[in-house]
């Protein structure tokens, strides 16, 4: 589910509500609406070494002028917990491959690697629990669809890990750990639109991914 949904189904729901008078408690309703985002393998390929630039730009590396080769792409979404409220303080990680579909791990074939591609970004939430990344859209590798690997870190949570794809992607068909995700809701929340970003010269594309984790921090 994307933001402009989610708030729609907000204002629907509270407009529903001041209807039939408030038969029902807000939260308890809104969370029956809300898909949680199913977790997923860490896989392999985390970085065994953290590059030294770990910010939200995967595009470039520290003051390289030179950009990183693939279709630009604006990723972003909000972590929330199961109510639909945002979570702050949440760091959120992906990693992903480059455009010749090699990762920063040292286990992949280092050859034939953009090295102006940072393959790695962190961002911190802030009280509207929403990220930011300008990275690449994902190429196929051998055996997987396109994906990008994210993870969470919350103070006193175990990391969690999950995994974005492509809507429209034929090979997420043949995908074995796409297709692990059984019920057809929790998959359709890990797949994402990459639409063109409308009036860019240099064709980038937007990606907006919502994780609804299955828990609400205490305070
Ligand atoms: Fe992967």
């Known amino acids: 589910m994307n933001p402009p949904d989610l708030r729609q189904n907000r204002r629907r729901f509270l407009r529903h509500l ?12 809104f969370a029956e609406e809300l898909v949680r985002t199913p977790q997923q393998t860490e896989g392999p390929f985390y970085p065994d070494h953290l590059p030294l630039d770990t910010d ?19 990723l972003s ?7 639909g409220d945002p979570i ?14 090699v990762y920063l791990n040292t286990k992949d074939d280092h050859a034939k690697r953009d090295a102006n591609f940072q393959g790695f970004g962190r961002f911190l939430t802030g009280s509207t629990g929403e990220y930011y ?18 993870a969470l870190k ?4 175990e990391k969690w890990t999950t995994q974005c794809y492509v809507k429209g992607e034929p090979a997420n068909e043949r995908d074995g750990i796409y297709k692990s995700i059984q019920d057809p809701k929790a998959r359709a929340a890990v797949t994402v639109d990459f639409t063109s970003i ?5 064709g980038e594309l937007a990606a907006r991914f919502n994780i609804v984790m299955g828990f609400t921090p205490e305070a």
Request: hydrophobic share 40%; glycine share 10%; no cysteine.
């Open 133 to 150: 990344f300008r990275t690449v859209k994902p190429v196929l590798y051998p055996g997987r669809t396109r994906h990008i690997h994210f």
């Open 198 to 202: 409308q009036g860019s010269r240099i």
């Open 88 to 101: 702050r303080n949440a760091l959120v990680e992906i990693w992903q491959v480059d455009n010749n579909g």
């Open 56 to 74: 939200n730009d995967l595009l470039i590396v520290n003051d390289n002028l030179t950009r990183a080769v693939g279709e630009i792409t604006h």
């Open 154 to 157: 919350m103070k006193g949570r």
């Open 77 to 83: 979404g909000r972590i929330l917990d199961a109510k």
């Open 18 to 29: 001041t209807l039939g008078a408030g038969l029902l408690s807000v939260p308890a309703a």
